[in-house]
């Protein structure tokens, strides 16, 4: 008896566990069966056996039937839990506790498993975690040296700390830039400086900035920067932005030899940062300040680089850049343009 009943039991075993799919019925009058995951309002996510995961278009779907209690928000925010069945002409009927529910396909908004969250409370979440705001902190060094035909060294120190929330971020950042040839500095620079940007009315903001800059090279005692104006982001995404911004500005220098420059100027600016790819990213920034009563007289500054993960390190990034510092009226001897071939390791933390 034992063994009559035990391939029985078996059988009805799986029996039931293959008719207890989920029906989806499509536009060309397909049947696919699974379980249905999620519902949103453009697809339905359907894992099955034969093809794993997969998402369906809602527009190619003209009704479905669960076999498990779904809990379902309509159009008008009404959630009902239950098992659907597929009636004809795209009706549906929700077998909810309290009654049934009578509703067209279209008039789901979106479908989810009892157990899991509620979609709506999930998007509230992120929302509010984006709201948040939060601290980021990068440091930076990159070290050179040579021996031999000549005595080189040199040594590059970065660091930048923002606070950035949905609507607004405060930037504080600043470098150290000083090598030597045979004894003789080859470079030796300071610079200090923040900056807060509010993103109030999205994509129009307004910023405001300060630097401070000490390089004892170009025989520059102390430069000091002021800026303030408006921004506009252009796209904004984790993978993909760029931002512009425009306003007015002041700059005084002041030189060893005792000499001291001042104008107001134009402020103009520009950030843009791309993941090209989960291995890389990119980032460009350039300001340009031309004096308002000559603009023959301007700084340009430029720094491109790519940022590439060390190792699985989530913490860890070697970067590749080239650095760009132009003057078009340098003091006396010196050059208009500087520029700065760096590969730098990096530690990023938030």
């Excluded at 350039?286 to 989530?314: M, N």
């Excluded at 850049?321 to 003057?327: E, I, P």
Aim: with cysteine; glycine share 8%.
């Amino acid at each position: 008896m034992k063994h009559v009943l035990l391939p029985l039991i078996f059988c009805l075993g799986f029996s039931t566990q293959v008719t207890a799919l989920d029906k989806i019925e499509t536009s060309d009058g397909g049947i696919i069966t699974g379980v249905i995951m999620q519902i949103t309002d453009e697809t339905i996510v359907l894992s099955t056996e034969y093809a794993g995961k997969i998402s369906l278009q809602r527009n190619q779907v003209i009704g479905f039937s669960s076999q498990q209690p779904l809990s379902v928000r309509l159009n008008n925010g009404t959630i009902v839990t239950g098992l659907v069945q597929h009636q004809k002409q795209g009706m549906l009927t929700i077998d909810a506790p309290d009654e049934d529910h009578l509703t067209p396909l279209q008039d789901i908004a979106e479908s989810w498993s009892p157990q899991a969250q509620d979609p709506e409370l999930t998007r509230l979440e992120e929302a509010h975690q984006a709201a948040m705001r939060q601290w980021s902190l990068e440091i930076g060094a990159d070290i050179a040296g040579k021996k031999g035909n000549s005595d080189e060294f040199g040594v590059a120190l970065t660091f930048a700390a923002k606070l950035s929330g949905e609507d607004d971020a405060l930037l504080f950042y600043g470098s150290v830039d000083q090598a030597e040839q045979d004894g003789v500095d080859s470079s030796d620079e300071t610079i200090l400086g923040s900056e807060y940007t509010s993103y109030s009315s999205d994509p129009w903001g307004w910023y405001l900035r300060a630097e401070v800059e000490k390089d004892d090279f170009e025989d520059l005692r102390l430069r000091t920067l002021l800026g303030t104006g408006l921004n506009y982001r252009v796209f904004h995404s984790l993978e993909h932005s760029l931002e512009l911004r425009s306003g007015l500005g002041y700059r005084h220098e002041n030189f060893y030899d005792g000499t001291t420059e001042q104008s107001p100027t134009l402020d103009f600016g520009l950030a843009h940062g791309w993941q090209f790819a989960s291995w890389g990213r990119m980032t460009n920034h350039l300001t340009y300040t031309p004096a308002i009563s000559d603009f023959d007289d301007y700084l340009v500054t430029h720094d491109s680089g790519i940022e590439i993960p060390l190792g699985f390190s989530d913490y860890w990034q070697l970067r590749f850049g080239l650095r760009h510092n132009y003057k078009s009226m340098p003091v006396d001897d010196r050059k208009h343009l500087d520029t700065s071939y760096y590969s730098r390791l990096q530690l990023n933390w938030q």
